[in-house]
């Protein structure tokens, strides 16, 4: 069951952007760790953006490093993944996942899940 809302995602041409945004109407995402991970047709989860709630830090594996970003807005209450750059191998369905403490590489260890949101790189 799902206790995070995602929207965004779309079909987007090579080298274009989107933006993934994801909120919690139950609880407050600024006391979470955030990880956006991706899914491809035949493939497992991967994670593509990690960030503490706690102290800021954030990570990035080398695939998106430099062209994908995650932030937050505490006011809204709502996690961003800002993605540039995009290319046909970053097709995938895109899921924000909430967790306490300090970030996890691993999809295991969240809770927390949104929906999904399919994310499309296309010419």
């Known amino acids: 069951q799902e206790q995070l809302v995602q929207s965004g995602g779309g079909l987007v041409r090579p080298g274009g952007s989107l933006t993934l945004s994801c909120t919690a109407p139950?609880?407050?995402?600024?006391?979470?760790?955030i990880g956006w991970f991706r899914q491809a047709p035949g493939k497992e989860r991967e994670g593509v953006a990690y960030?503490?709630?706690?102290?800021?830090?954030?990570y990035y594996p080398q695939s998106v490093e430099g062209r994908f970003t995650i932030s937050r807005d505490s006011a809204k209450n709502t996690v961003y993944l800002q993605m540039n750059s995009l290319k046909p191998e970053d097709t995938a369905v895109y899921y924000c996942?909430?967790?306490?403490?300090?970030?996890?590489?691993?999809?295991?260890?969240?809770?927390?899940w949104g929906q999904g949101t399919q994310v499309t790189v296309s010419s």
């Open positions: 139950g609880f407050a995402l600024d006391l979470y760790a």
């Open positions: 960030a503490n709630g706690n102290n800021g830090r954030t």
């Open positions: 996942a909430a967790v306490g403490g300090n970030f996890y590489l691993e999809p295991n260890e969240y809770p927390y």
